[in-house]
Every structure is written in C-alpha cells, then in structure tokens.
C-alpha cells in the first residue's frame, strides 16, 4: 500500500484559532480526499483533490480550507475552529491495487478538540 | 449515489464463516460494489469490489446477486481481528470518484 501519513496524530486547540492538518504521501497519487468522521454520521467528505492546486468540495466543506501545492502533501485548514470541528480527521489517496482496479488508503486520523 | 442498506450489527463466534448482506436496489449498471472496514481507532480499510461476477480474494469473497441488487460479503473463518464496522459501498468506478460512506454494519467476533 501507499505510504501515507497524518500530522499531527491529536490537537487539543482554542475556539477561533487556525489550525491545519496535514495529510502525506510516498507514492505521488494524484486523487487525495480529507474526510471527517463523528459518532452518528459516519465518514464524510470534507474536501478532495485531483491534482497539484485542483480541490473541489465536499458534502461538509462549510468553514474548512485545503490546499495541494505539490503532489505529496495535502492540507486542511480551519480558519477559525469552533466546537462543532471536533472530530476525527481522515486522509485518503486512492490509487491502483495490482490486478484490482483503483483501492482507497486511508490514513491512521488526527483527533482533533476544540476547547 | 445509489442508496445502501445493511443490518446495523451483526454477531459471529470466531472461525465460524460469516455473510454481511447489503442492499442496494438503486444501483446503477455502471456501478462497482466496493467493500470497507474499519477496525476500532483506525481508518477504513480495503476489503474487497466487483462489478458483475462473484470476487475472491486473500480477505474475503464477494458475491453479487444476478439482478445486482444486492452483495454479501464473505468472511469464510472469522477472527477476533475482523472485528470492525463494514461498508458497502456502490461507486461509479474503482477509480478516482470519492467514496460515500453509510453507517455500515458492525460485526462483533465471539471467542
């Protein structure tokens, strides 16, 4: 699987304070996706990205950011964070499984807290 | 997105075969059956998709019904590892299109 990794691991953070989230990859994917996950929703999609400075977003993008300036690295930013923002944070990359099409990797998530 | 309906939790005792059955009448022909689980404090993880015909592989099988309404995920020994919550998840390739999750069905293993 591609290596993909998730910084920082956990956040305890301030209500109206920036904070971004950075989601890491080995193998240059080109298709990256920050999903959200909370007791009572399941995962859903924040923000995705199908290339270097191509986002588009997501079901629950409202008050959330990303940027993708080169290939390996995409982040998630909260402007301003606020209670409703606690959650745990996964990363995605999909990319070709040998002899089984597309697969999606998730990283290990970033639970965040907003005090 | 075609909608999914799975059983909100299952039981297994361990090395016993288990069948996770999902619904999924509004498919489209062009959809792929994808299969997910997530074990406890992790990220979801691959299992296993098909688009038409019955799928094996190392983790489980997948067998799709001939209408394709429906799928059963197959896990043929479980094992107090596969404990953890699984989606079924129709998409319209196994491509590049972000996956939309439901709430899945946690399945618990019994020693």
């Known amino acids: 699987d591609a290596g993909i990794t998730q910084s920082p691991r956990h956040k305890v953070t301030e209500t109206g304070t920036p904070v971004t989230l950075r989601c890491h990859q080995t193998?240059?994917?080109?298709?990256m996706y920050w999903y959200r996950q909370d007791p009572g929703h399941g995962l859903r999609l924040i923000h995705y990205s199908y290339g270097v400075k191509d986002t588009d977003k997501g079901e629950v993008s409202d008050g959330y950011s990303v940027s993708r300036s080169k290939t390996e690295d995409f982040l998630l930013t909260l402007e301003s964070a606020t209670s409703s923002q606690t959650s745990v944070y996964f990363c995605?990359?999909?990319?070709?499984?040998?002899?089984?099409?597309?697969?999606?990797?998730f990283g290990s998530g970033t639970r965040l807290t907003v005090v | 997105d075609a909608k999914t309906t799975q059983p909100n939790s299952m039981e297994s005792n361990e090395e016993e075969p288990v069948h996770l059955p999902c619904n999924h009448s509004t498919i489209s022909g062009t959809d792929y059956i994808h299969w997910y689980r997530q074990l406890p404090s992790q990220g979801p993880e691959y299992v296993i998709h098909?688009?038409?015909s019955n799928v094996n592989n190392r983790m489980a099988s997948l067998a799709i019904a001939e209408d394709r309404k429906s799928s059963t995920l197959i896990l043929h020994r479980a094992t107090l590892r596969d404990a953890a919550v699984y989606y079924c998840?129709?998409?319209?390739?196994?491509?590049?299109?972000?996956?939309?999750f439901g709430k899945g069905t946690r399945l618990s293993v019994i020693a």
């Open positions: 998840i129709p998409t319209i390739a196994p491509g590049n299109t972000p996956l939309v």
């Open positions: 098909g688009l038409t």
């Open positions: 995605a990359i999909s990319a070709r499984r040998q002899g089984a099409g597309y697969g999606y990797t």
């Open positions: 193998e240059n994917h080109r298709y």
